[in-house]
């Protein structure tokens, strides 16, 4: 174990990549007009920055208790609407605080059906988030970090650089605005705390829901940005908020073994693991934090994992690249593995998905199929994932933000370009 994760002082893991994850925290960025986005906090946050804005102890009790709901459980971002708040109060408020969202660059759906949302944040950086529908459950795939720092040489995102964690707020954000464009949140309204404005129909109800899960495994290493990860799943997680099971979710990691843990205790949800391969050599080139960690400690991580049972099994992810990782020795060492390990287990097998520049190719599908079955007779669930939104590059690998690799001068230059042409 690092000698870092012992010391408060210093909690950065130096590990391989072009920079450490996150050396400074990034400081909030004042808005101009001087008003506090609440998205992101805690109800004990809200209940702060009310004393820091005036309201007495009591009162900021009942209105953190008032807000929490109103943004995590109703999805509502205009004060006027929140009806259980007097209307100075709901003045109040507006002329100080804000509810934001992500800003959308680009929003694209895939002949599959997939949807995928280039997101901006409050200082310029982007980000993306993918939305996979299926017959019996949709899934929203978050994103952790802009940018990455593990330069995983199959993964597009991987030769990115890793520009900053994002914030709590960034984070539940993408959640909070899949359910808006999905029209998820509860529909009726609530009885007004004035007599003269109470709604008759002061009743809600939550509709079926398209969005039931959650994986955090979008852009960047989750376990990188451990806080503020935590502090996000723990409000789409609250019975009072977004009120999506622990059982729902999955966090993905490429195996920061320090960390595994600590996950399990303070997070509690589903464990997914990137193994991609089973020697050192073919994991070291495709997952280069192997070299930090191996597969053995890895593996004995994932045993250790207080979490993982034959009901809540690890999933460990891997994609098939031809000629690489996807012999059948490969599959009977991996079979090995997990049983030597006895690890509560199923294997995602995951195509290949190609992305501009890479010199890897997908395995064929007839490789694929005997590859699953060798792991199947095995004892082992090994189903291949199909490939969904590779039209639209949302699929397993492809995310990445283009504008990453812009200057600021050139963006500059863009928009004054794009301005003059619109005249």
């Not at 959640?175 to 109470?198: C, F, H, I, Q, Y």
């Not at 509709?207 to 990860?229: A, K, Q, S």
């Not at 690489?324 to 690890?343: G, T």
Request: proline letters at 5%.
């Amino acid at each position: 174990m690092c000698a870092a994760m012992h010391s408060a002082a210093n909690p950065i893991m130096p590990i391989p990549g072009l920079i450490d994850p996150v050396p400074v925290p990034r400081a909030v960025t004042p808005r101009e007009d001087g008003r506090v986005d609440m998205l992101g906090l805690t109800r004990a946050q809200m209940k702060g920055v009310l004393e820091e804005a005036g309201l007495d102890q009591k009162a900021a009790k009942l209105r953190s208790k008032q807000l929490f709901h109103w943004l995590y459980h109703r999805g509502e971002t205009d004060f006027e609407k929140m009806t259980d708040l007097a209307k100075p109060m709901r003045l109040w408020m507006a002329e100080r605080f804000i509810v934001g969202r992500p800003q959308v660059v680009e929003a694209q759906v895939s002949n599959d059906g997939t949807r995928k949302w280039l997101l901006r944040s409050d200082d310029g950086q982007d980000y993306e988030m993918v939305f996979i529908p299926d017959a019996d459950r949709g899934t929203l795939c978050v994103s952790s970090q802009v940018g990455c720092t593990l330069n995983c040489s199959f993964c597009h995102t991987g030769t990115m650089r890793l520009v900053r964690n994002l914030t709590p707020g960034e984070i539940v954000g993408q959640v909070m605005l899949a359910r808006d464009a999905l029209g998820e949140w509860p529909k009726g309204s609530m009885a007004s705390a004035n007599d003269d404005e109470t709604d008759e129909d002061s009743q809600y109800t939550a509709d079926g829901r398209m969005l039931t899960n959650i994986v955090m495994m979008g852009m960047g290493e989750p376990l990188y940005n451990f806080d503020h990860v935590r502090d996000a799943l723990k409000l789409v997680m609250d019975g009072d908020g977004l009120a999506l099971s622990k059982r729902r979710i999955t966090l993905s990691t490429s195996g920061v073994v320090p960390m595994m843990a600590r996950a399990a205790e303070e997070i509690g949800v589903n464990l997914a693991v990137s193994l991609h391969a089973v020697t050192k050599e073919v994991r070291d080139e495709l997952v280069p934090l192997n070299r930090k960690y191996g597969i053995e400690e890895l593996l004995q991580a994932c045993a250790d994992y207080p979490k993982a049972n034959n009901a809540r099994r690890i999933t460990f992810e891997y994609v098939m690249i031809k000629d690489k990782n996807d012999s059948d020795a490969d599959a009977h060492e991996l079979v090995r593995l997990i049983r030597k390990y006895k690890l509560p287990a199923k294997v995602n097998l995951i195509p290949f998905n190609p992305w501009p520049g890479t010199d890897y190719e997908c395995s064929s599908p007839e490789r694929i199929r005997a590859f699953s079955t060798i792991v199947f007779e095995g004892g082992i669930s090994a189903p291949v994932r199909t490939p969904r939104g590779r039209d639209i590059m949302a699929a397993c690998g492809q995310l990445k933000s283009a504008s990453e690799k812009k200057s600021k001068a050139e963006l500059k230059r863009l928009a004054e370009e794009k301005q003059a042409a619109l005249g």
